[in-house]
Each structure stands twice: as C-alpha cells, then as structure tokens.
C-alpha cells in the first residue's frame, strides 16, 4: 500500500512535470517596416517555443533564413534575373523576447547601433476584447485590439492555447496571439504553423548573447533615451544636409513613424 | 471603467479588500471562483472570458497559484453573462450566471477534465507575400504625396531619402544615383532627367531605393558596389494601357508652354515618348545635360566609358550670365524622346532611345573690354546680337546579353548630330561686323563591355571602344578691320571653313581579386587617337585662299599602360588605397615624335569614424599627352577679331596634386563642419602668348614648367532646435599662379584670387509660413603686369511658401544682385491649385514682377576686364492647366 502511494506520488508528480515542461512551438512570418507604412520590410521567419511558464520568441536569427549572405537574386516578371546586393537583416541569436511569467518579467534583445539588451517587467497591454472572429487555418481566432508603446495593435488570438503569449512582445491576451499587426502594417506578424507538445529541439532559453560578450541590461527608461537621441540626432542631420546642400525643407519625423516602438 | 484585466495572481488578501471595497463602492459586481481538476487540485494560469452578448462586453483575466480568479462588471452590463474557463491539458468549460441588481457578488466554482493536447496546424499565406529585397527600400508613394506635384521630379523632393537639387540630379541616401529605373529596366540611362522631369506623378505607386545597386550580374556577385538606383513602379491601372498628359500654358507677352506625354508598360516592351515646347527660357538641350555623379564611389573595376571629345577652334561670343537661365534667355525651345526596351529572348535585351532638341534663342549682348597689357590701356567696345539656332539628334541602341552565371556582355551604339547655326551682328569698335556660322557635328560610338566570372572571388573584366567626332564649321564674315588686315575692300567677304575629325579607339582588361582586408586589381589598356583638323580661309573678293591661315594638322597620340592597384583594410578606422601607372605615351604630328615612359603614383589614406572626425588625405601625379589645339603649324581665326597659333615645341603635361578633406560633427548632429583644401602645382603646361591691339587678338601657346593653384574651402552648418532654424556659412578661396606673355617676350606672373561667402538659413516653424534666405559675396581679385583689379557682386535670395491648404500652396521668390553698377531685384510670384481627386491641375506664375529689363555686370580674367550689359526677359504673367489621363 505505501509502494503503491509512493508510486501515485511519483506518478502524480511526473504528470505534473511533464505538464509543466510539456512545450510548444508556433512558427510566424514577421515584417518590420518602420516608417515605410505598409509591410514593405523584409519577410523574416520567426518561432515561439513555450511552456505554461515562459516563453521565448526570435526572429532575424541567421539560421531561420535560407539566404543571409546579403544577397539577393530575385527573378522579375518577366523572367530576367536582377541581383541586388543588401546588407544582412539577421544576426548570430537573432531578435529574442524572453518572457517570464512567475517573475512577470520581459528580457529581450535587438539591434540598435550594436547589441542592446533591455530588462523590464511585462509591459500591460489592456487588449479590448471583439466579437469579430476569423478562420485561421482550422482555429477560429478571436479579435483584440490594444495599445502598445505608440501604436494600436490588432491581435488574433486563440482559445486551444489559453496562455498569454503572443510574437515579439505582444502578450497578456486570453489566448495565444497567432497574428497581429498595427494600423499602418508596419509590424506584421503572421501565422504558418504551430505544434503542440512538439518534440523541436528549440529550447526555451534566457536571452542568448555571443560568448564573453557580457551584455549590459538597460532599463526601459533607458532604452526610451537611447531612441529619443538617435530619432534628434537623425532629424538633425537631415536639416543639417538640406541645409548645407540645398533641397527641400525636411518634415520632422514623428517619433512613432520612424521607430516600432515610441514612448 | 468598462472592463478590468486581472493575469496576474490575485492574492486573497486583495479579494478581501475587493470584496469589503465592494460594499462601499457601489454598481460593480464581482464574479470570484476556483478552478480546480477532478482531483481537487487547483489550476493555475486558466484562462477565464466573461461576456455579455447583449451588451457586446468581454473582460477576462487568468487564476491565480490557488485557483482562484476575480472579475469585476459594471452595472450596466447586467444581464445573462457567459464565463468560457480554457486552460491547457483541460477541456474548455462554460458556465453562465445572470448578473442582477439584487446582489453584487457572485461565486463560480469550475472543475475541469483533463484532456490530452495535440495541436497541429500549418497555414500558407500567400496573400501576405511581400517583396524581400534585403536592400531594397520600398516607398508607397500616397503616403507622402500633397497631391499637387507635376512631375516625377516633384514627388521624388517629397519623399524621404531623396533629394533633387537644382539641376535635376537626383541624391538618395546621400548620394548621386547611377540609374533611373522605370519597372525594373533602365530606359534612360545617364538622361535619366528626361524621365523624372516628365513623366507624371500621378501614375507613380512606388518608389525602391535600391542600395549596393549593381546591374551587371557578374560585377554583382562583389556585392562591394556604393552605387545606387531609383526604380520607380506604376499603378496597375497604367500597365497594359496608354497613357499619359497634356499641359498647355498661355501667358502675357506671348508666353507659352505645352506638353504631351505618353507611356506604354508592357511585359515584352517598355515604351515612353515625352514631348515639349517653351519660350520662357528653359533650354531645351539642357534636358540632355548629364547629370552630376558622386565622386569616390567605390566600383570593382573602372567601367568609365572612353567617349570622343574635340572642340572646334571657331567660335562665336555666348552669354555667359550669373543669372539664371529663365530670367535671360530669349528662346523657343522644344524637345521630343522616344525610349523604348524590349526583350529579344530569355537572355537578350534590347534598349534604345532617341531625342530630338531644338533651341532658337536672341541674345543682345553690349560689353566693353579694357585689357590690362601695356602700360596704355587698350579698349575694345562691342554690341553683340546673336540669332542662334541650335538642334540636336541623337539616339542610343544597346544589347544586354546575359549568359548565365560565368558571363555578362554589353554593347552600346550611340549616334549623335548637332547642327547649329548663328547669325551675329556686331558693332565692335564703332564698326559693323557681321558673321554667320554654320556648324555639324556628328558623334558615332560604340562601347563592349564584357565580364566574365572566373570563381572564388576573382574577376576579369574588359571594355573595346570606338569613337568618332567630326566637326564641319563654314563661317562666313565681313568685318572692315580684317578685310584691312588681309588688303581687301572695307565689305568684302571672308569665308573660312574648318573640319576636325578625331577617331580613337582601344581597349582595356582588368582583373580583380577580393579578398578578406586586401583587394587588388591589375589593368592593361591601350587607346589610341587620330586627329585631323583643316581650315581654309578664303577671301571672296579675290576668290583665293589666304595661304599663311590655313592649316592642316595630323595628329597621332597613343598610351600603353599597365596599372597595379590595390586597397588595404588596416583597421576598422583606417584603409589604404593605392595604385601606381606606368605609361608608355607616344605623340606624332607633323615631324615631330614624342614617345615618353612615365611613373604615376595615387595614394588615398582614408581615417574615419574618429572622435576628432573624419580625414583623408591624397596625393596624385598625372602625366598627360596635350590636347591637339596645341599644335597648330599657322595662325587660324578663331574668332571675328582673334587668330590663334599653336606652340613650336612638343611636351609631355605634367601635374601634382594633394587632396585633404576633413569632416567633423558634434555628437547630436547640429553642428558639422567640413574643411577641404587642394594644392596643384604644374611641372609642365602649355600656356598662353598673347598679342592684343586695339582691332585684334594674335594668341599662341608656350611651354612653362610651373605654375600653382591652391584652393581651400570651409562649411559651418548648424541647426538650432529650440529656435527651429538652422543657417549655414560657406567660404571658399582659391588663388592660382600662372606665367603669361601678354604683348611681351618675357613670361609674367597671373596671380588670380577669389573669394566667396555664403550664409543663409532655414525656418521651420509649425505655422504654415516659411522661409529661406542665402547672402553670396564674391570678389575676384587679380595681380598682372603690376596692374591690381578687383570686382565684386552680392546675391540675396529670399524665398517664402504659404501653404494655403492641402491642395492650394502659394510662393514668393526674391532675388537681389547688387553689383558694383547697380541693384537687380527679381520677384517671382506662384500660385498653385490641384483640387483633390482630380485629373486636372491649375498653376499661375507671375515672373520678373518689378519688370527688370536688363542686367549688367563685371568680369575680370586676369589681363582683362568686361564690363557687359544684357537684355532680360520682361514680366510676364501665366497661367497653365494640366490634364492626365
């Protein structure tokens, strides 16, 4: 009798662990187009592996992209091939969002002048919940509309996966978010596929960051002042320009359409 | 409050307060509970909606570590409301309660059954298929047009990344573009303003700003190219169809311009015709100019084109004005283009372009000369009427061949036929002259290029070209003085007639190599010229040929070189580039033979992304074959007055230069500055001996072995954000040392010296007025024969736009010259209207409002000083309409 309870304890506590690193994955499509308003940017594979705990998104990461040797042959209409040369739009470990639930924490990375690492705790987005559903694949997705760091998002979220996780740092909805994008398209994030409990080796990490690199964690505070000086300083070179070699008068930029995010 | 969020854990502790706060805070219900598995076993991270179909309300939240969950509903929201519980490994729950007036606080237990998980599910959007082009920027034109906007041209200064400067080249992202693209084909070419200045901009959707752009696949593979590229992109609705606009505009003094343009984009051919015509001073050959390049773009291999260049030695005073062309030129002018592109096969492309320019143009011109040789001063007074009728005819065909992945080959066929004629009227020293000139010139070339991919980051590279230029001048004139010169009577005629003929042609190989800090490259070429050039001058009262001014030159000039190169990344600051010519350069005209070997060293060292800045410094020596004007064996009238001669002895040109430009800017970019500064010495030029009397000009040329010219410039600029103003200050100075001999055996010193200043500024207040204004001071001063002269002028421009409203926009533009005569004050006036959503716009333009009818000015060029007088265009007022469809 006390083997047969060690063994429900045992059993039951197995059960429970494996709920708990039971993990799934759901592979997006995300285009970046700041300031070009509409999804101009380029097309970047992306995933989210998660548990009922944490959750890890990346994107840009050079092994998620076929071609990252910054060039681009593309094939016109009408048959010709046209080469352009670009410059590379992944890196090494890519865009991470990793996002705790237990410590209600967001640490993310993403390039900005070089590697910069942000440590903050989950942002709140107050999602409005819609009646508006639409047929994603074989699930119905739900509509929420929400505010987020200077743009309203539209976010598609569903009821088989009840947790609050979401691609890139859009989260906090009643159900996973499987497609969202902002008024003007400039972040588009879509769906291709998910699976769940699914066997892929990616893992659910911390922030990954090159070896010996030893990041420095900013503040979202931070972060703000990092973007308000280079958006000033962007600004002022182009009437420094138009100045020194004549054009036309610049427009100053709005905080929100030149950045994803804005303060 | 319409609806709460609650996904974190709620603690009891704060359900108390909830539940105690609920008694006091009336109208908010609350809906506690617990969700638990069968075992009992509360579940954690469920997640719980609430909603309301009648009152279209939702509001959800998550339980907490215990199970628990809270939600608070407004009153208003009363009613049957439906709880969904979902939580992963359950299945989904629904539970409904009706929330009523009668009590506030409502408790819902859940139990949930396990259930095993087994999501999959792959979904395409192929809808959502957007253009990846790593580099490639893509602008959706609508977002940033006003609506008003005529041309491509106009748009293009709208959107950001582009600049269009004042003579229509185009800058993206800070640079000079290489093509303008239309769908993907470069219809163009280097005439790329055609396009821009006429296409419409309604028809435009998109615009890509291509970086790295590299149109030659194989060249492409470098991915190492600075140049850049427009490809503009059309609605759909213009594809498949004609299309196109009229513009047709009637002024005041019989003012006119009109337009008809047309374009055709299909999958198998491109096709655009342009079409237009004006008497208010836009030239019509102006459009064929070739616009300005970035210099020191970085391209693997030199893909210069060698093009056939010969001047012809007669020629006629032109106005040569500060002004700007549409307040003082008095022409009729009307350009038509046909560009076409079409594809051949799979791998075969076909392009071809055609212009047609004719510009007919009265200038009135009135000067007076003093020369500054002797110790008396010698005056020459002239009236100039000029009757100028200039036409141009060109076209271009060019084959792409493209092989695959090894190979890329290139042929341009290019034609071209200038036919001019001229009429001038002179009285030149209380004496009427009067000349009539008619000149040909025809261009034929054709350039190869052929690259080739040999792998592993190597490449070879070779361009054959061919060209030939013949120049046919028959100018026919009656001027007393000369007929006095040569002993004929006082109206007789002298008819003179000059062909130049130059063919050249040649070739070169490069081939390249990159690798990780180091590239190099290795180039072999040779070109070879042959310049003929023969005049006659004939009196028609003796019916015979003045023999001691007639030539015949045959000139031959040939280079062989072999050019090593290479560049060094020394670090991430600093990189060096370098490369040394060895020449072999052979020169043959008459008896004479040159063949000389020479050494030409270029070195670059470049410092960048410092603290202090940016620095480069360069050094160079050039050794270079004279040009054939040198070497004529007689004295050949070159103008109505002047005869000229070339030198007796053949040498080798020879030059030094060092380079320095430094840049600096202040760490939130308000304030730049930019120093360059040159020095040039010569070690061997032909320059000029000059024998002026009152009636004449007897020029020939002499060998120095030195002279000097430095040259040095300074850009403030700042911008001050508080004040919303930005201003810049431009000196330049340059001072130039040369030998001369001006009616004198002996060489004397030139020494030139010119200054200029700029400031100006920029408002960019919120209100819907704005300005800018720009102050130029120029002084030339000049040291010759011990003699000082000095003459100076200041501009000030203002310019003022009112944005009325969304489709009215309103401008003022000023300009004031204040030379040492007098003041010139332009005003021009510009009201533009473009009704939103309509296919026609309206414009009217007020030019030269004050009614300035002439100008005047000083000009000295070392030994001489001209003061001129020219006639402007009067005031006029316009109006234009513009119809698209």
Redesign the interface.
């Known amino acids: 009798m006390q083997e047969m309870k060690l063994l429900l304890v045992i059993f039951f506590f197995a059960f429970q662990f494996s709920?708990g690193q039971?993990k799934?994955i759901v592979y997006y499509?995300h285009?970046e187009s700041p300031?070009?308003?509409?999804?101009?940017?380029?097309?970047l594979n992306s995933y989210l592996v998660f548990n009922?705990k944490e959750s890890y998104y990346v994107s840009a990461k050079d092994s998620l992209e076929k071609e990252n040797k910054?060039?681009?042959i593309?094939t016109?209409?009408?048959?010709?091939?046209?080469?352009?040369?670009?410059?590379?739009?992944t890196f090494r470990f890519g865009k991470q969002v990793y996002y705790n639930?237990a410590k209600?924490s967001m640490w993310w990375n993403q390039r900005f002048k070089g590697n910069i690492y942000v440590a903050e705790s989950t942002p709140?987005i107050?999602?409005?919940?819609?009646?508006e559903t639409k047929q994603?694949?074989?699930?119905t997705a739900h509509k929420a509309v929400g505010d987020f760091r200077g743009r309203t998002y539209t976010a598609w979220y569903i009821?088989?996966?009840?947790?609050?996780y979401g691609p890139w740092k859009l989260q906090?909805?009643?159900?996973l978010i499987i497609e969202a994008y902002d008024e003007k398209k400039e972040m588009?994030l879509?769906?291709?596929?998910?699976?769940?409990?699914t066997k892929s080796k990616a893992v659910i990490s911390q922030v990954l960051s090159p070896k010996g690199s030893n990041p420095e964690w900013l503040t979202i505070k931070e972060f703000e002042n990092l973007l308000r000086?280079s958006l000033?300083?962007?600004y002022?070179?182009t009437?420094?320009?138009?100045?020194?070699?004549?054009?036309?008068?610049?427009i100053?930029?709005k905080f929100s359409e030149v950045y994803i995010e804005s303060f | 409050m319409k609806?709460t969020?609650n996904?974190?854990r709620v603690r009891p502790l704060l359900i108390l307060v909830f539940l105690l706060a609920g008694k006091v805070l009336i109208a908010q219900n609350k809906i506690t509970g617990k969700i638990k598995d069968f075992r009992g076993k509360a579940i954690?991270?469920?997640?719980i909606?609430a909603?309301n179909?009648a009152t279209?309300f939702?509001?959800?939240t998550?339980s907490d570590s215990t199970g628990r969950f809270l939600l608070e509903i407004e009153e208003e929201d009363n009613g049957w409301v439906v709880l969904?519980v979902?939580?992963?490994?359950y299945e989904?729950k629904r539970d409904s309660i009706k929330l009523g007036s009668e009590r506030t606080e409502y408790f819902i237990p859940f139990e949930l059954n396990e259930k095993v998980?087994?999501?999959?599910?792959?979904?395409?959007?192929t809808h959502?298929k957007?253009?990846?082009?790593?580099?490639?920027?893509?602008?959706?034109v609508h977002?940033f047009s006003r609506g008003s906007e005529k041309s491509v041209e106009d748009l293009l200064?709208?959107l950001?990344g582009i600049?269009?400067?004042?003579d229509g080249s185009i800058k993206a992202h800070?640079r000079f573009i290489n093509k303008l693209l239309i769908e993907?084909e470069n219809l163009f070419d280097e005439n790329y303003k055609v396009l821009s200045k006429n296409l419409d901009a309604k028809v435009l959707e998109e615009v890509e700003i291509?970086?790295?752009?590299?149109?030659n696949?194989i060249l492409?593979?470098f991915?190492d190219?600075e140049k850049i590229a427009l490809n503009l992109k059309l609605k759909k609705e213009y594809k498949n169809i004609w299309f196109g606009n009229l513009g047709l505009g009637l002024g005041t003094d019989k003012k006119t311009e009109a337009e008809i343009n047309l374009g055709l984009i299909r999958?198998?051919i491109k096709l655009f015709n342009f079409s237009n015509y004006n008497n208010l001073g836009g030239r019509a050959l102006d459009q064929l100019e070739t616009n300005r390049s970035s210099v020191n773009v970085k391209t693997i291999v030199n893909e210069n084109r060698t093009e056939p260049d010969i001047a012809p030695i007669y020629s006629i005073d032109k106005i040569n004005s500060i002004l700007n062309e549409k307040q003082n030129v008095l022409n009729d002018a009307f350009f038509s283009s046909l560009a076409a592109v079409t594809?051949l096969n799979?791998k075969t492309?076909m392009r071809g372009t055609m212009f047609l320019a004719r510009d007919n143009e009265d200038q009135l011109l009135k000067a007076h000369t003093t020369f500054l040789a002797d110790e008396e001063e010698i005056i020459q007074q002239k009236t100039n009427s000029n009757t100028i009728k200039n036409s141009t005819a060109a076209g271009e065909l060019q084959l792409m061949y493209?092989s695959g992945k090894k190979s890329y080959v290139e042929n341009l066929i290019k034609l071209r036929f200038e036919p001019n004629n001229t009429e001038n009227e002179i009285i030149f020293n209380g004496q009427g002259i009067n000349q009539v000139l008619n000149q040909n010139d025809f261009v034929v070339q054709n350039h190869f290029e052929h690259s080739y991919y040999i792998g592993s980051r190597k490449l070879l590279y070779s361009y054959l070209f061919f060209g030939r230029e013949r120049v046919d001048q028959d100018i026919d004139l009656q001027s007393p003085e000369i007929n006095k010169l040569f002993g004929l009577g006082k109206n007789s005629f002298l008819n003179q007639t000059n062909s130049d003929i130059l063919t050249t042609f040649g070739g070169r190989t490069s081939f390249y190599q990159k690798g990780g800090k180091l590239e190099t490259q290795v180039e072999i070429g040779y070109e070879y010229s042959k310049i003929n050039r023969k005049s006659e001058l004939r009196s028609e009262q003796r019916n015979d040929s003045l023999k001691n001014f007639n030539n015949e030159l045959n000139f031959f000039q040939s280079t062989l070189y072999f050019k090593p190169g290479l560049k060094l990344l020394l670090s991430e600051k600093a990189n060096l580039s370098a490369e040394v010519s060895l020449e072999n350069s052979t020169v043959k005209y008459e008896n004479s033979t040159l063949s000389k070997w020479s050494f030409n060293p270029e070195v670059e060292l470049n410092l960048e992304k410092m603290k202090l800045g940016q620095i480069r410094l360069g050094y160079r020596v050039e050794n270079k074959i004279p040009s054939s004007q040198y070497f004529l064996g007689q004295f050949q009238l070159n103008t109505y007055y002047s005869f000229i001669k070339g030198a007796e002895s053949l040498h080798i040109l020879n030059n030094e230069s060092i380079n320095f430009y430094y840049h600096w800017?202040n760490?939130?970019?308000?304030?730049?500055i930019s120093l360059r500064g040159k020095y040039k010495t010569g070690n061997g030029k032909y320059s000029t001996k000059k024998e002026i009397t009152r009636n004449f000009v007897f020029s020939s040329y002499s060998f120095v072995n030195a002279d000097d010219f430095i040259s040095g410039s300074l850009?403030f600029?700042?911008?001050f954000?508080k004040l919303d103003f930005?201003?810049?200050l431009n000196v330049n100075k340059t001072w130039s040392n040369t030998f001369m001999k001006v009616n004198s055996e002996n060489f004397k010193t030139l020494e030139i010296f010119s200054t200029a200043y700029a400031l100006?500024?920029?408002t960019?207040f919120n209100f819907p007025i704005?300005f800018?204004f720009e102050v130029q001071l120029i002084e030339n001063r000049s040291l010759f024969n011990r003699r000082k002269s000095k003459n100076s002028w200041m501009t000030e421009n203002l310019e003022l736009?009112y944005k009325v409203s969304n489709s009215v926009n309103a401008s003022l533009q000023t300009t004031l010259y204040q030379t040492q005569e007098n003041n010139y004050n332009f005003i021009n006036l510009n009201l533009s209207y473009h009704p939103l959503d309509s296919d026609f716009s309206y414009r009217l333009t007020w030019e030269n409002v004050l009614n300035e009818d002439h100008f005047s000015a000083t000009e000295i060029d070392g030994y001489s000083i001209t003061y001129s007088e020219i006639k402007l265009i009067p005031a006029y007022l316009m109006g234009s309409v513009r119809y698209r469809f």
């Open positions: 709920w039971e799934g499509g285009i300031g070009m308003k509409s999804p101009a940017g380029p097309d009922r910054g060039q681009k593309f016109r209409e009408d048959g010709e091939t046209k080469v352009v040369n670009n410059g590379k739009n639930r209600d709140k107050n999602w409005k919940l819609s009646n994603i694949g074989k699930f009821l088989e996966v009840p947790l609050p906090g909805a009643p159900g588009y879509y769906f291709k596929s998910i699976e769940y409990p000086k000033e300083k962007a002022n070179n009437v420094i320009m138009s100045e020194k070699y004549g054009g036309d008068r610049p100053e930029p | 609806f969020l996904h974190s954690e991270n469920a997640s909606i909603s179909a279209n939702s509001t959800y998550y969904e979902n939580s992963m490994g989904r998980e087994n999501l999959r599910e792959i979904v395409l959007q959502e957007f253009t990846t082009r790593g580099d490639t920027t893509s602008i959706r977002s200064k709208l950001p600049e269009v400067l004042k800070g993907g291509l970086d790295h752009f590299e149109d696949p492409a593979k991915k190219s999958k198998k594809k799979k492309t493209n800017n760490e939130m970019k308000t304030r730049t850009n600029t700042t911008y954000p930005s201003s810049h100006g500024g920029t960019y704005n800018n736009n």
